[in-house]
């Protein structure tokens, strides 16, 4: 692995109008009660977060992308070109999981034009590897945890304030690559 490269996990998600209940405190006997539209509009979104492999002085970096509907093979090489944009020319290596769209023909045959981006995947069934798992997990139990939105906007919202609140930390990052015991940074032989 290029230890000048950023090493970059993306991984996406969903978000809906339906609520995700989860636990909360209320006065005695008053039962918190969530209302919704039974309604099923969804949002998709991946994130990318990247580690440098040298110098972890460089920081994490997480780039961020929101749409409706479902990620394929098109809307997947669209974030990989604003990826590029984030990370300016610089080398990254792309850490993903086996989604179909990732391996398609047609992604297959736009990464060989792009000399910044050799792809690693990662092994099968194990998504304790992946630090944006933790990521969404961390947004889905605070920002969009009991949120009844009327739409797909308040839901949005909501994922863009989880997101500063992960960028406003940069301990948060880390701590998401350090629960899955992978080391980015090679460590230095002992003589």
Same mark, same amino acid.
């Given at each position: 692995?290029? &230890?000048? =490269?950023?090493? !970059?996990?993306?991984?996406?998600?969903?978000?809906?109008?339906? #609520?995700?209940?989860?636990?909360?405190?209320?006065?005695?006997?008053?039962?918190?009660?969530?209302?919704?539209?039974?309604?099923?509009?969804?949002?998709?979104?991946?994130?990318?977060?990247?580690?440098?492999?040298?110098?972890?002085?460089?920081?994490?970096?997480?780039?961020?992308?929101?749409? #409706? /509907?479902?990620?394929? &093979?098109? =809307?997947?090489?669209? !974030?990989?070109?604003?990826?590029? &944009?984030?990370?300016?020319? %610089?080398?990254? !290596? @792309?850490?993903?999981? /086996?989604?179909?769209?990732?391996?398609?023909?047609?992604?297959? =045959?736009?990464? &060989? %034009?792009?000399?910044? @981006?050799?792809?690693?995947?990662?092994? =099968?069934?194990?998504?304790?590897?992946? #630090?944006? %798992?933790?990521?969404?997990?961390?947004?889905?139990?605070?920002?969009?945890?009991?949120?009844?939105?009327?739409?797909?906007?308040?839901?949005?919202?909501?994922? %863009?304030?989880?997101?500063?609140?992960?960028?406003?930390?940069?301990?948060?990052?880390?701590?998401? @690559?350090?629960?899955?015991?992978?080391?980015?940074? #090679?460590?230095?032989?002992?003589?």
């Amino acid at each position: 692995m290029n &230890t000048r =490269a950023w090493i !970059v996990f993306l991984h996406e998600s969903d978000v809906s109008l339906l #609520p995700r209940v989860h636990r909360t405190y209320a006065p005695h006997r008053r039962t918190p009660l969530l209302r919704h539209r039974l309604n099923w509009k969804r949002a998709s979104m991946a994130a990318a977060l990247g580690y440098h492999a040298a110098d972890p002085d460089r920081g994490p970096r997480l780039c961020f992308h929101l749409k #409706p /509907g479902g990620y394929d &093979t098109a =809307a997947l090489i669209e !974030v990989l070109e604003q990826m590029k &944009t984030f990370y300016r020319g %610089e080398r990254v !290596v @792309l850490v993903w999981d /086996g989604l179909s769209a990732h391996w398609s023909r047609a992604m297959r =045959a736009w990464v &060989t %034009e792009q000399d910044w @981006l050799p792809l690693e995947r990662l092994r =099968a069934y194990a998504p304790e590897l992946n #630090p944006v %798992e933790l990521l969404w997990s961390s947004l889905k139990k605070r920002e969009l945890a009991n949120v009844a939105g009327d739409h797909l906007a308040d839901v949005a919202d909501a994922t %863009e304030q989880g997101i500063h609140r992960i960028n406003s930390n940069p301990q948060r990052p880390w701590s998401f @690559l350090a629960h899955t015991r992978l080391a980015i940074h #090679p460590s230095t032989p002992q003589n």
